[in-house]
């Protein structure tokens, strides 16, 4: 009995409280509740920081009044009275790294670069959300120490299929940011729509961004993105830490630009912008130095618009039935010597890396195992459903890097629950089965250290608005961001199914419109 006391009093001093009732949504690594509360008096509460992180200090006192109605005001110089201090720490181990101290005299967030000093600011805002008190005017005291388990962590958007405005993509990256996802990635190109305006090449957003009809509903659909649309979206996006991923999908999945200009395929057939989903045999055709010329020039225009090193080219599903009969492409597999399409396919996208290496631009790919080899600086992506462990393993002898994507846990456009299926064929992705995903696929961690993160993919054929995005990202993309950013034993299905309540009246009051998750209820 004796011991059994003197053993629960040593577990209390030593393991301080790290249950997850801080309800931080993605799991930090490290949480010790602290027993002195911090009173919000004063007004207005001086927030120190320096002139470089003045975006992060004005965010931060925005989101203090908007939830709390705590008035601040931003001083650079460190006083005495400071309540709240931002404090850059190049020392800490992660550039993405934090802390987050309360106390009762003062609220400290080190961060080791500004995206950990925004990333502090996140988690300062979800421990307000459960330990602040109202009447009070105090929050609970507490350290938190954090850093991300992978160093990308991505959202995908398809305004291709279906093409979603660019105010519309702002508020989806406000939301991302909430949970410390990193990038946005953009599928801007696709059978079904070219969105990106190319100036030297106008005739891609005048035709290929416009299509009669969408699977027989008989109303138009057209859209684009200025280049300086864009460039707001990078610098808004830029703002909230996450980077945008421009993906222009090639050689297959092309059908809109090939309806702009015949001459980029096999046959030069005069194509329209596809009207319904599936895939098309029509790709650009490999043997042609003037589809080179073409996909050169796109990538010096997009290469001034987006400033990332990230550059997607697609690369998925890409039949190669016509590239096995056209001349041109047979005439480069003859000169070359390259025994396959595949291996054409391969050669296809060595030249195209050519023209993100002028730029120092490297390829993001959705990888096809039949493909032979990629360029050597490419970053695969695992999709394909029941594949994921063979992905893994064969990137990793191929020294790729891996982004993990795969259907059985992180492909969006499924549906949540039986009787929301679109489309008859998806599988039903739930929300604890999007929160089962382990990047590695329990492989053993030195077979596992090329992953470098996870991404969630929301392809657009069903997706018509930034409603519908919203409803079918949110909450699984909270159960992903654990995924991506929390250490596998910080990890828990019941503490995640506890944070729900609290998450949702958030989204809720933000007029993000998420599915309630209805299955975790007894209804
Ligand atoms: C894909 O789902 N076609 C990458
Ligand atoms: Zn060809």
Wanted: hydrophobic residues 35%; glycine residues 6%.
């Amino acid at each position: 009995m004796m011991n059994k006391f003197i053993f629960v009093i040593v577990c209390f001093i030593s393991f301080p409280s790290i249950a997850q009732d801080h309800k931080i949504i993605p799991a930090p690594n490290h949480v010790e509740k602290r027993e002195d509360n911090f009173k919000w008096t004063d007004y207005p509460i001086p927030i120190i920081a320096d002139d470089t992180l003045f975006f992060e200090a004005e965010y931060l006192s925005e989101l203090l009044k908007r939830d709390h109605g705590i008035v601040s005001e931003i001083v650079s110089m460190k006083n005495e009275g400071s309540r709240i201090q931002l404090l850059l720490d190049e020392d800490m181990n992660d550039a993405e790294a934090y802390a987050l101290e309360i106390t009762e005299k003062q609220i400290i967030i080190t961060g080791g670069s500004r995206s950990g000093i925004f990333y502090g600011i996140q988690s300062l805002r979800q421990w307000m959300w459960n330990n602040y008190d109202d009447c009070n005017k105090a929050v609970s005291g507490v350290l938190i120490e954090d850093q991300p388990r992978y160093p990308f962590r991505a959202l995908m958007l398809d305004p291709a299929r279906h093409f979603l405005p660019v105010n519309d993509l702002k508020r989806y990256v406000d939301v991302m940011a909430q949970y410390k996802f990193n990038r946005l990635h953009l599928h801007l190109s696709d059978d079904q729509g070219w969105r990106i305006e190319i100036k030297k090449y106008p005739k891609l957003t005048e035709i290929g961004s416009d299509r009669s009809e969408t699977d027989g509903d008989g109303k138009p659909h057209s859209g684009f993105y200025s280049q300086q649309d864009m460039k707001a979206l990078v610098a808004y996006a830029a703002q909230r830490h996450v980077s945008i991923i421009p993906e222009i999908d090639i050689p297959g999945h092309s059908v809109a630009a090939i309806a702009a200009y015949p001459y980029l395929t096999c046959f030069e057939d005069q194509l329209e912008v596809r009207t319904t989903p599936n895939i098309s045999k029509d790709l650009l055709c490999g043997g042609n130095d003037e589809v080179f010329r073409f996909l050169d020039d796109v990538i010096d225009e997009l290469a001034q618009v987006f400033p990332g090193e990230e550059f997607h080219i697609g690369g998925d599903e890409a039949p190669l039935d016509h590239w096995e009969k056209c001349p041109k492409c047979q005439k480069r597999m003859k000169e070359l010597k390259l025994s396959s399409p595949q291996h054409l396919m391969s050669y296809f996208f060595q030249r195209v890396n050519e023209s993100l290496q002028k730029h120092k631009k490297k390829p993001l790919v959705w990888y096809e195992l039949d493909v032979p080899y990629y360029p050597e600086n490419s970053t695969m992506y695992a999709w394909r459903l029941g594949l994921s462990k063979e992905a893994i393993e064969k990137s990793r002898k191929q020294g790729y890097q891996l982004v993990c994507c795969p259907g059985e846990h992180a492909y969006f456009d499924y549906p949540q629950a039986r009787g929301e299926e679109t489309c008859n064929w998806m599988p039903v992705l739930p929300l604890e089965q999007v929160y089962k995903f382990e990047p590695t696929m329990e492989l053993p961690a030195k077979e596992t250290d090329h992953i470098i993160g996870v991404e969630a993919t929301l392809w657009g054929e069903y997706i018509k608005d930034i409603n519908r995005a919203f409803y079918m990202t949110w909450p699984r993309a909270m159960a992903l961001s654990e995924a991506g950013w929390s250490e596998k034993k910080n990890r828990s299905w019941n503490e995640f199914k506890g944070k729900m309540d609290v998450h949702t009246s958030k989204l809720l009051h933000q007029g993000v419109n998420y599915r309630p998750p209805v299955e975790l209820y007894d209804l």
